[in-house]
């Protein structure tokens, strides 16, 4: 089993949609949960942390963390063309490790104009 | 300016050469790390280090080598012994602990000519 697992996509979604994107992840000793954004060729930048259970507003964009069903998702309304990128979620505490930050594959969004 | 620098941007190694890639921080923050991502894969963790002169495996760290003598550089090596060394390479800072949040740098594309 993969320790941070994401659906690779591609997640195709209309402008101005809500896009839904998720991860699930084995170690529940984790304690930090990050979403980053990616774009092609670029370094990963980090868009949401979230570390207690529910959910957390950021402008158009909402991470939802669900400790006891070890999953957590980010949520973008009013979907833009420039929000289309490779979503990266990331998991720290990684085996007890405190500082250990492991990160999913990745999901491939892309908005439709 | 903060921030995490990584050089040089593109780097060619022949094969059997060892290459050493650079990073460096002037966030004053404890925890580095070292990804790999190869193209249309997320990142895998090489090497993490939580203190100066403290580093730990990741899950890809065979043909690779690291040193923290100083809170603000983790070199990484990558040596002879790494097969499959072209790819984009990757290194990032936090401040270390529960709840905090990592940065990355620009990044590395290692290809081997």
């Known amino acids: 089993q993969k320790e941070v697992e994401q659906n690779s996509g591609p997640l195709s979604v209309p402008e101005g949609a809500i896009a839904s994107l998720n991860c699930t992840y084995s170690d529940r000793g984790s304690q930090s949960f990050f979403w980053y954004r990616q774009y092609s060729g670029k370094s990963p930048e980090l868009i949401m942390s979230i570390y207690s259970n529910g959910d957390k507003e950021d402008g158009r964009f909402t991470a939802q963390l669900n400790k006891a069903s070890q999953y957590v998702s980010l949520l973008i309304r009013d979907s833009q063309p420039s929000d289309s990128a490779t979503y990266l979620c990331?998991?720290?505490?990684?085996?007890?490790?405190?500082?250990?930050?492991?990160f999913g594959t990745g999901t491939l969004l892309a908005v439709q104009p | 300016d903060g921030g995490i620098t990584q050089s040089p941007k593109y780097l060619f190694r022949k094969e059997g050469q060892n290459v050493t890639l650079s990073c460096e921080q002037n966030l004053n923050h404890d925890a580095m790390y070292w990804y790999r991502q190869d193209p249309g894969q997320g990142l895998r963790l090489i090497y993490y280090?939580?203190?100066?002169?403290?580093?730990q495996k990741g899950d890809i760290a065979e043909g690779y080598s690291v040193s923290r003598e100083k809170k603000e550089s983790f070199p990484l090596t990558v040596t002879s012994a790494q097969k499959n060394p072209t790819a984009f390479y990757l290194c990032a800072s936090s401040i270390g602990g529960d709840y905090t949040e990592a940065f990355f740098g620009q990044g590395t594309r290692l290809t081997v000519v």
């Open positions: 280090s939580q203190i100066v002169n403290d580093f």
């Open positions: 990331a998991v720290k505490g990684d085996g007890g490790a405190t500082n250990k930050l492991i």
